[in-house]
DNA sequence: CCTACCTCTGACGTCAACGTCAGGTTTCTA
DNA sequence: TAGAAACCTGACGTTGACGTCAGAGGTAGG
């Protein structure tokens, strides 16, 4: 498929697809014109690269734990590497359930207060 | 207290406290001089301002919720707003549940890979 | 009173992950 | 075989949450 299709079938601008090759995360054959063609497992790998973008891992990270993801293996540098940002992604999901706490228990009192006539300013 | 006291206290910049001030997040009595001055209260405060950020919500969005926070009180509108950071919160943390996932079953086959002896690429 | 450190206000710099535009080539469709 | 639509390579623009620097004034200890 060529570019347009993956990105309509991730969701993924082709600009976006364009800077993952630019850094490494995805490679493209190329057609004689230029033009990028990728197989079908392109579309698992940049769903995967989105994934790992929304735990907060940057390109470099990414692309030096990538072929290792594919592959299932990696040396003990990057196993550490993967263990850092394993328990990074663990202490985010902390945060955030305390977050989701402290927003549902000032959801829980807004209502509350809301009810009995007292709102907040809307802007 | 003073701002540097502040920033020790919370482990967050000078600069950006001055910055939580400029987006309405944070406000300060002056002294004669023109120093900021803060009370205990601040601390928590600038805590919960970096979790929300850390959510993933604007500064614009933390200063229309900041007040109904502390006060307990909102508006619908505002309501409407906390329940749409609600659950844009528990997809976040959904997705990095399947990130932890991934990692894991990662960690857990290249574990196994290393001990077979084929390492992947360091750099 | 001196000095070292803290704080102030601008104002420009940074960084990552793209968005967007220009100007040209390639591919599909009628 | 048009011409629209998709694609190409630069290259500059954007955004948010600060970093950093300059130049000037405030503050606390000896």
Partial sequence: MRIGELSTKTGVSVRALRYYEEQGLLAAERSESGQRHYGDKAVDRVRLIQQL???????????????????????PQV???????????????????????????VLAGAVKSHESGVPCAPD
């Avoid at 470099?60 to 293996?73: F, H, K, Y």
């Avoid at 394993?86 to 945060?95: A, F, M």
């Fill in 79 to 105: 196993l550490a590497k993967l263990r850092g940002h394993r328990s990074s992604v663990v202490k985010q999901i902390e945060d955030l359930q305390d977050t989701l706490r402290q927003l549902d228990s």
């Fill in 53 to 75: 973008y929304a735990a907060g891992i940057s390109s470099a990270s990414i692309r030096e734990m990538l072929p290792c993801v594919v592959t299932g293996v990696a040396s």
